[in-house]
């Protein structure tokens, strides 16, 4: 009796940005990526910005990318997107991360991806079932306060995509993380506005097999 053949899994994925944002690889081309970012808000100072002061303005923006990239470097990103145009005059303290495959061992020999999207759920405040690209995913929100003995610090709300890799083995799953910075005594309202936003990025997701 003849076996179905495997079909085999996606090598990467698209997604797609919204206008005004960049891409940060994290794998390679990194360096050059955080240069061309720091060009283009350099080049978006008000023509009243002190010429004098550019110099220290591009090394203040240097630091802040670097730290932002480490940050999402240390949590197994691969991709880092962040607004480098303002929207309305309005600079979005917002980020979005798609992290490394990670391997997760079935619950039970014979069970799939969708027990183990089970059971997250079952133990994941917020937790809902989505469909990205015909592939069921696993959509979390809440809003993490600040605290400095977790490393937290300044509050921001925070989405996550929990994605299985179709057809891969072992399998693999891969995360999208959205964090939003909370300013004191800000609109709630805004940031459902943003995690909209993010939604809406999420739904242009499709698997790449080129």
């Given at each position: 009796m003849a076996t179905a053949e495997r079909r085999r899994p996606p090598n990467g994925f698209d997604l797609v940005p919204p206008p005004g944002w960049d891409v940060i690889p994290l794998r390679t081309g990194t360096r050059e990526a955080m240069d061309r970012v720091v060009r283009k808000a350099v080049a978006q100072l008000p023509a009243s910005f002190p010429k004098d002061d550019i110099p220290k303005a591009r090394l203040k923006l240097t630091q802040e990318m670097k730290k932002?990239?480490?940050?999402?470097?240390?949590?197994?990103?691969?991709?880092?997107?962040?607004?480098?145009?303002?929207?309305?005059?309005?600079?979005?303290?917002?980020?979005?991360?798609?992290?490394?495959?990670?391997?997760?061992?079935?619950?039970?020999?014979?069970?799939?991806?969708?027990?183990?999207?089970?059971?997250?759920?079952?133990?994941?405040?917020?937790?809902?079932?989505?469909?990205?690209?015909?592939?069921?995913?696993?959509?979390?929100?809440?809003d993490v306060p600040a605290d400095a003995a977790k490393g937290v610090d300044v509050a921001h709300r925070r989405v996550e995509y929990f994605v299985p890799v179709p057809d891969s083995a072992p399998d693999q799953y891969l995360t999208f993380s959205f964090s939003a910075l909370i300013a004191p005594g800000s609109d709630p309202a805004f940031y459902d506005t943003l995690v909209e936003l993010f939604n809406a990025v999420m739904g242009t997701f499709r698997w790449s097999y080129a």
């Open positions: 932002v990239v480490r940050r999402a470097s240390a949590k197994g990103g691969m991709t880092l997107c962040l607004p480098t145009e303002p929207l309305h005059g309005v600079a979005l303290p917002v980020s979005i991360v798609a992290s490394e495959p990670i391997e997760i061992p079935r619950v039970r020999p014979s069970s799939g991806p969708e027990a183990v999207l089970a059971a997250l759920a079952s133990v994941t405040p917020g937790a809902e079932t989505r469909e990205l690209d015909d592939t069921a995913a696993l959509r979390s929100e809440r």
